[in-house]
């Protein structure tokens, strides 16, 4: 089974950047939301980045993963950056209307 | 002849595979016990179902047989001079035959006959299809909790049916027709031994599975084997389902008797 | 008649019999991956009776069911369960549980076969009640929603796991023209956007050769025509000409038929 490798994943003036690898699904959801959930708590985090550049699949699951990350982020007027979608990700997010909630990127500018 | 002799072997061959099928029935549900999904809250649920629920029928059912006992008993032992034994005939009579034995019909005919008409229901409406075609067993998900949870609260109502039943007795016994209540009580302390109450337990649990297996069996099945799947079928599972348990519950009953006594 | 080298499931001379009944006589085509299969035909034809076996749910008689070039009928406990877990189901009435809400329902799949919490379950759910929708209607019971609402909540619940396959009985019984046909773009939507394969079985002649890539028209038991809408539509063969008249022409009643039994006269059945 492969799991998601939670690579480069960095803090910086505020900013947590993380890139994700692997399959986003329902094997694999339990243990990303519990590394993305955790700086949605702390308050010195502005924005999250994710990078999906890597990702192979991302199914509803990582959506609703996506949404509680978010919801997380809302408080406070902080920001979710999503970065390196494929097309199919970019489909599904649409399909559940949620294209203009995230702030979606076609490239990774500001990661390391 | 032949065509005669051809049905008949039909016949007696159906019979044999619906035998089977009853067998496996219970196989599998109790292999769901080991099998996922997690049961702990849908047991709860049925425990409220079968158990909670039927408190109040129960206590009536006991209080009134309980009442009975003490007047025919009373009615009888007076013949010999000996209605101070009237505590030990009404607590050995109830908590070796008509405890468990009245607690099981009362509990198939209310929550026994609503659990078959449940699965029926689902039955004829593709639910269980449905299931399967998700990848849960539906065995395990929709039987194996009622098992559990009839096992659990079958022998508790038995007790409850017990000691009901015993006050009602007191209450004729010895407040109508006034027998001792020393004797009464008496009586029930010291003839009333641990091998009673055993068998009392033991009966509860058989029929807590013999229930189950009926009730839910028929309506697992129920219009299965006319391919015709509607309300007609399902009614006509209920009706059977309630008599054939109680039927069940009555033979289980002298068969238990025999063996442990 | 098509089995393309990309066929995800190949259907190859099934039989099948109720009893001692036959109702599929030595059938075969193949299911294209990421499209629509239509299966059509009227009532009794054995369609349903196909589509049980394809879902796993009939697994005897004769024939053979490949997926992925394994037999269907051979698989093991282990095997069907993963089989299952790539397909979603609709069936006729929706199949929905009544004692729990529609969002329940979407959620059964989810709470028995994954490892998510509860909060993230939820959130799915209303996703897909809303690509549905039905968002507002998650906390309703099945027996508060109209039967083309329960049909909608159905099929949230059989794509809850995100399947790669879909099977649907019927989309458009019991419901009107503009809901059904709001199933079908639903479908079509379905196949662009998630590259889904489905298989629909139904009798609606419209219905079928709107949505269909790859359309098996049965009578009978047996296989009339397996091609595209446009090859069953221009066919010559004589079969499928008289099937597709005969279904076409709803509003002509058999009427030798019909005197005959009002009638009551032999002679009427001679006459046209």
């Known amino acids: 089974m492969t799991q998601s490798l939670l690579e480069n994943h960095s803090f910086r ?13 329902m094997e694999t959801v339990p243990g990303i939301r519990k590394t993305l959930l955790g700086p949605t708590r702390k308050t010195e985090i502005r924005e999250i980045h994710i990078d999906f550049s890597r990702v192979t699949v991302l199914d509803t699951s990582g959506i609703a993963m996506l949404v509680e990350v978010w919801k997380g982020l809302a408080r406070g007027g902080r920001v979710l950056r999503l970065t390196g979608l494929s097309e199919k990700a970019r489909m599904l997010i649409q399909l559940a209307r949620l294209d203009r909630v995230f702030e979606i990127r076609n490239d990774p500018t500001g990661m390391t | 002849m032949t065509p005669l002799v051809q049905s008949l072997g039909a016949f007696v061959l159906d019979q044999l595979a619906y035998l089977g099928r009853m067998g496996l029935f219970l196989v599998y549900v109790v292999r769901g016990i080991i099998r996922p999904p997690a049961k702990f809250l849908a047991v709860v649920k049925q425990i409220h179902f079968i158990g909670t629920k ?14 009975v006992l003490g007047l025919q008993g009373y009615y009888t032992l007076s013949k010999f001079g000996s209605e101070g034994l009237l505590g030990s005939g009404v607590a050995l009579s109830l908590i070796r035959e008509l405890g468990p034995v009245l607690t099981a019909l009362m509990v198939t005919g209310r929550a026994g006959s609503a659990m078959c008409a449940e699965i029926g229901i689902m039955r004829i409406d593709d639910q269980i299809d449905a299931l399967e075609c998700m990848a849960i067993d539906p065995f395990a998900y929709l039987i194996t909790p009622k098992l559990l ?9 038995t007790a ?12 004729i ?8 209540p020393g004797a009464y009580l008496e009586g029930v302390e010291h003839s009333v031994v641990w091998k009673d109450v055993y068998m009392g337990i033991a009966k509860s649990l058989c029929f807590a599975v013999l229930m189950i297996w009926i009730c839910t069996y028929k309506g697992f099945y129920a219009g299965v084997d006319i391919g015709n799947f509607g309300p007609e079928e399902v009614s006509q599972a209920t009706t059977d389902a309630v008599v054939l348990s109680s039927v069940a519950i009555l033979a289980g009953d002298y068969i238990v008797t025999s063996i442990l006594l | 008649m098509s089995m393309g080298h990309s066929d995800l499931i190949e259907v190859c001379g099934l039989n ?14 193949g299911i294209p991956d990421k499209r629509i299969t239509v299966i059509m035909g009227v009532s009794g034809c054995g369609k349903t009776t196909l589509l049980r076996h394809l879902i796993g749910l009939k697994r005897t008689g004769p024939g053979q069911i490949m997926v992925d070039g394994r037999d269907l009928g051979k698989f093991n406990e282990e095997g069907m369960r993963v089989y299952r877990r790539r397909i979603g189901v609709l069936f006729q009435s929706g199949a929905l549980f009544n004692s729990m809400t529609v969002a329940e329902n979407i959620a059964v799949p989810l709470k028995v076969h994954t490892r998510l919490p509860d909060e993230t379950i939820q959130i799915m759910a209303l996703i897909k009640l809303n690509c549905l929708g039905l968002a507002e209607f998650g906390a309703y019971m099945p027996s ?3 039967g083309g609402m329960r049909k909608r909540a159905g099929l949230a619940r059989a794509l809850a796991m995100d399947p790669e396959i879909l099977f649907v009985d019927e989309p458009s019984s019991g ?12 479908l079509l939507e379905l196949r662009e956007t998630l590259g889904m394969t489905i298989i629909v079985v139904t009798h609606e002649l419209e219905s079928a050769f709107r949505i269909s890539d790859r359309l098996v028209v049965m009578d009978r038991g047996r296989i009339l025509a397996v091609g595209s809408p446009d090859e069953i539509r221009e066919s010559q063969d004589g079969r499928v000409l008289q099937f597709l008249k005969r279904e076409a022409d709803t509003v002509k009643v058999n009427a030798t038929g019909y005197l005959s039994r009002i009638l009551g006269n032999e002679t009427i059945r001679s006459a046209r």
Do not use: K, N, W
């Not at chain 2, 016994?173 to 027998?179: A, C, I, N, Q």
């Open chain 1, 13 to 25: 003036e505020g900013i947590f950047s993380i890139q994700l690898e692997g399959p986003v699904d």
């Open chain 2, 54 to 67: 039927s408190f109040f029928v129960i206590g009536f059912t006991a209080a009134f047989t309980g009442m």
């Open chain 2, 149 to 157: 949870a009839c096992l659990i609260c079958l022998p508790l109502l």
């Open chain 2, 160 to 171: 409850f049916c017990d000691v009901v039943g015993i006050y009602g007795g007191y209450v």
């Open chain 2, 173 to 180: 016994g010895v407040d109508l027709l006034g027998v001792s």
């Open chain 3, 16 to 29: 099948s019999y109720y009893d001692s009944r036959q109702v599929l006589f030595d059938i075969r085509f």
């Open chain 3, 144 to 146: 508060q929603l109209s």
């Open chain 3, 175 to 186: 419901l009107d023209p503009i809901t059904a046909a709001g199933l079908d773009l639903l």
